[in-house]
């Protein structure tokens, strides 16, 4: 039996699109805020971490030819993501070693990367929380969905947070390196936070990703003090 997703306030708002065949859901409390992203693909659609359970959101999913894949990038992004597994019928991906916060589901769960398609791969890049993961989507030049391992700053920015829960921070900041060594400008345009989106100030994504991550300053990182 389904569990039955709760009805949308009139201040409500449906997903809006970021980039072509990609939206953003509003952020969600049951995330503490998190965005979650829905890619529309004739191999299958991902939804990337869970928006908020509610008719208007199963909606748009069910408009667009429903869920194939959802994506957990960390585990605080689960949500309510047995109720969507339910309604929809899709496939979780989640890094095996947060799958068992998910008991009594199928789980496909990985080790290192798992390549779903030629357009689409999903790294893992631990340090937030054990099993911190990335999607990345090879068309629009290249667009990485980085959960909670890489956030706006107020300026904008893209940076990596450390805050009181983090799992690991110099292997954070490692893994921030390995993306900077795996990708180019060439291959990576976008980043498209799973946090902090209020910073972005309506731009939606954050542009020259590549180019903005290759300024950051490891050694200074590496001393900041978390914040609570």
């Known amino acids: 039996m389904c569990s039955l997703p709760q009805q949308p306030s009139h201040t409500a708002k449906s ?18 805020g998190g965005t979650s992203y829905f890619i529309v693909r004739n191999e299958g659609n991902i939804l990337i971490d869970c928006p908020a359970l509610d008719q208007m959101n199963l909606d748009f999913l069910r408009s667009h030819g429903g869920v194939r894949w959802l994506f957990i990038t960390h585990r605080g ?5 047995p109720e969507f597994q339910q309604n929809l019928g899709c496939e979780i991906l989640i890094q095996e070693q947060e799958a068992y916060l998910l008991p009594g589901l199928t789980v496909n769960n990985f080790s290192q990367e798992i390549t779903l398609t030629s357009t689409v791969q999903i790294i893992w890049t631990p340090g937030h929380s054990p099993g911190s993961s990335c999607l990345y989507y090879s068309e629009l030049g290249g667009v990485l969905f980085s959960g909670r391992h890489l956030v706006p700053n107020q300026q904008g920015e893209p940076v990596p947070l450390r805050t009181a829960k983090t799992f690991h921070w110099s292997r954070q900041l490692k893994n921030v390196q390995s993306l900077l060594d795996r990708f180019t400008p060439v291959t990576l345009e976008y980043i498209c936070p799973g946090a902090n989106t209020g910073f972005l100030r309506g731009q939606r994504v954050i542009d020259q990703a590549y180019k903005r991550l290759a300024v950051l300053d490891f050694p200074t990182l590496l001393q900041l003090q978390p914040i609570l």
């Open 15 to 32: 997903p809006r699109p970021v980039l072509d065949s990609i939206f953003a859901f509003p952020p969600n409390r049951d995330t503490l």
């Open 77 to 81: 992004a689960i949500g309510k993501t």
